[in-house]
C-alpha cells in the first residue's frame, strides 16, 4: 500500500529542487536560456520521451519494469511509414491500428508475467527483441512520411505570443500526463496499481484484481509506447527501424529521477513530467553551451540517477 506522506513527497520535492537550480543556473550562464521558447520547446523537443515515460511510469508502480517501449516505438514509425507511403492508407486508419499494435503487444506480456509468474525483465527483453526485429522485418531502411495530413497536423498550433504556440507533439504530452494524473489520482485503477505495487500478496488478500492491473499496466505501457512512435513519426517526419535506442534507460531513468520508488507503490506523474524537464533542461543547455560534448547529458543524467538512488534506499530504509 502507500507509505507515508513523508516517504511519498521528499522524492518528488527532491526533483522539483533539481530542476529549479538546473533551470536558474542555465540561465545565469546563458542570457537567452530564460525564455518562453525554451519552456515551449522543452515540452515539443522532449514529447516521445515524455509519453513512454508516463507509461513507463505505471509499470514501475506496480513493481513491474519494461524494456520493450524502445523497440515499440521503433516498431510504431516504420509501420506507420509504410502503410501509409507504400500502401497507400491515410493515417487516420494507419494510427489506429499502430495504437492497438502497442497495446496487444503490452497486455500480451503482462499476461505473461502474471500468468506464468514469469520475470518482467525477460519478458519484456523478449518483447523488445521482437518489437525490434519486427520492425526491421516491415522495412530495413528509414522511410519518409509525405502524406498531407501530416502537414496539417504540424500546422496546427495553439497560440501563446510573441510567435510562440504549442504544436501538437507537445499538446499530446500535456494531454498524456493529464491523462495519467487522472488515473493515478481518481480512479479505482490507479488506487489498485500503487496497492499492487506496495504489496501485490496484501492486494490479494484484500480481494484487488490484481492479474488485470498487472495486465493493465502493460497493456497502457505499450499503448503510451505506440502513441510516443506515432509522435516521433511527426517530429522527424519520417519511420526508421533503428530508431530510439536506449530509449527505454531514458524513460526509467526519467521515471525514477522524478521520485518513483523501483519497488513499486511510491511516485507520481507529475514527478515523471518533472524528471522528463531534467533531462530536457541539461540537453538544452549543452546546446546553448556548444563547447559541450553531448555525452555529458548521460554522464550528468548517470550522476543524478545515483544519487535518487540513494535517495530512494534511504528513505525505504526509513519507512522499515
Do not use: C
Amino acid at each position: 500500500m502507500r507509505k507515508g506522506m513523508s516517504s511519498r513527497h521528499l522524492p518528488l520535492i527532491a526533483t522539483v529542487l533539481v530542476l529549479a537550480i538546473l533551470f536558474t543556473t542555465a540561465s545565469l550562464l546563458y542570457p537567452r536560456f530564460f525564455s518562453w521558447r525554451v519552456v515551449v520547446n522543452l515540452f515539443g523537443g522532449n514529447a516521445f520521451l515524455g509519453i513512454t515515460a508516463v507509461g513507463m511510469t505505471f509499470v514501475i508502480l506496480s513493481g513491474g519494469i519494461d524494456l520493450s517501449v524502445g523497440a515499440v516505438v521503433a516498431f510504431t514509425t516504420i509501420f506507420v511509414a509504410t502503410l501509409t507511403e507504400r500502401h497507400g492508407l491515410h493515417p487516420l486508419v494507419v494510427l489506429p491500428l499502430a495504437l492497438l499494435s502497442g497495446t496487444l503487444n503490452g497486455a500480451t506480456m503482462g499476461f505473461l508475467i502474471q500468468r506464468y509468474k514469469l520475470p518482467a525483465f525477460l519478458v519484456t527483453l523478449a518483447g523488445m527483441f521482437f518489437a525490434r526485429g519486427m520492425a526491421f522485418l516491415v522495412n530495413p531502411q528509414s522511410l519518409g512520411i509525405t502524406h498531407p495530413f501530416y502537414r496539417q497536423v504540424l500546422d496546427f498550433g495553439i497560440p501563446l505570443g510573441h510567435n510562440l504556440s504549442l504544436r501538437a507533439p507537445a499538446l499530446i504530452f500535456l494531454a498524456v500526463v493529464g491523462l495519467g494524473i487522472f488515473l493515478t489520482n481518481f480512479t479505482r485503477f490507479g488506487r489498485n496499481v500503487y496497492a499492487v505495487g506496495g504489496s501485490e500478496a496484501s492486494a490479494q488478500l484484500m480481494g484487488l484484481p490484481v492479474t488485470a492491473t498487472k495486465v493493465g499496466v502493460y497493456a497502457l505501457s505499450g499503448l503510451f509506447a505506440a502513441l510516443a512512435g506515432i509522435v516521433a513519426t511527426f517530429d522527424m517526419g519520417s519511420g526508421n527501424p533503428a530508431n530510439t535506442p536506449g530509449l527505454e534507460l531514458d524513460a526509467i531513468a526519467a521515471v525514477v529521477i522524478g521520485g518513483t520508488l523501483l519497488s513499486g507503490g511510491v511516485g507520481s506523474i507529475a514527478g515523471t513530467l518533472t524528471g522528463v524537464l531534467i533531462f530536457g533542461t541539461i540537453q538544452t543547455a549543452l546546446t546553448f553551451d556548444g563547447r559541450l560534448n553531448s555525452w555529458w547529458l548521460r554522464i550528468a543524467i548517470g550522476v543524478l540517477l545515483l544519487l535518487f538512488i540513494l535517495l530512494q534506499r534511504f528513505l525505504t530504509r526509513r519507512t522499515e
